[in-house]
């Protein structure tokens, strides 16, 4: 019965992409259809998503008469279906876990931060999370991320899509021993979260994936960026990816002196607004050919200056999907999330 609950209630988004994979394994709707060919030992991502259906079904002034009464704002139908899948699913089997929609407007909720601290204890395996896959990345909600890595010492991947302005939930440095991969997928990133992660005690980190986002209210400079660019706050790494950005060319401008370069296999620069200009300085700059991937694409380069990156580092640059560089308004692919 609890599968055929989470079957009723599970989200079915329509047109919208979703991944289907997550931390390098396949994503499982818990309550949809097992994958063709899946072996019942084989590792997934489970993805967690009630639909409107729940929203149908639950009396909206009741759930907000028992979440002022409780303190906890996790819509009691995801409860439900959380709490089935702890028992139908051995916890301590799951890796990785895909939370997707949660509640009516996640726009005017909170992540089920409550629910997913009473299961720390249980899912004491668990090394991926993936909060906010099926919000947009402009949609205003707390991701509490602070409190996430505190209950999971053990999670080495945070991924987090949706929320403006400080909404992540990361408004303090973080400490964490385990974390190695941490994106924040944001319509708006804010100065104040980018300084959170600048000065956050990390030392496992090998991958940084920052979303800028529109700077409709004031986002991140190259200056806010100074201690990341510098390559000393974490030595392990590898992939950094400053995309979906307004501010591309001054980025890839930083880009042509910054010290963290030279220990990094992928820099990943894509989604944003990068012009010629932004090319010009990565190719003048220091010497990029060390480089397994250097990531421009949704880009607005002129085709001479596509021909320029793909002669100089052959096999290392992706420099799909041209915008054109004779369009009135430059814009970051965030735009058509």
Known sequence: MTWELARHYRHYPEGAEHPTSFAGRAIVDF???????????????????????????YDE???DALAEATGDRTHPIFRDVFEGFLDVVPPDSVEALVVGRWGPELEEDEAPIQILREAAERLTKLKAMFVGEQAGINQW???HAE?????????????IRGGMGDSTGL??????????????????LSRDTVAAISASDLPALEHLELWFGDELHGGPTV????????????????????????????????????PVVTALETLDLSLGTLSDTGAEALLAGQPLTHLRKLDLHHHFLSQAAQTRLLNELPGIVDVSDGQGDNVRHRYTMGNRL
């Open 31 to 57: 309550g949809g259809d097992e994958p063709d060919g899946r072996q019942s030992d084989e590792a997934v991502a489970w993805r967690i998503s009630i639909g409107p259906r729940a929203d149908d079904d």
């Open 223 to 258: 200056d806010d960026l100074a201690p990341i660019l510098s390559g000393a706050q974490w030595p392990r790494l590898r992939y950094l990816g400053l995309r979906n950005a307004e501010i591309a060319d001054e980025i890839a401008m930083a880009m042509a002196t910054a």
């Open 171 to 188: 408004r303090h440095p973080l400490t964490h021993t385990s974390l190695r991969h941490l994106a924040i997928e944001s319509g708006e």
């Open 147 to 159: 409190e996430l890595l505190a209950a999971y010492p053990q999670l080495e991947t945070l991924r």
């Open 61 to 63: 002034d009741l759930w």
């Open 141 to 143: 909600y707390d991701a």
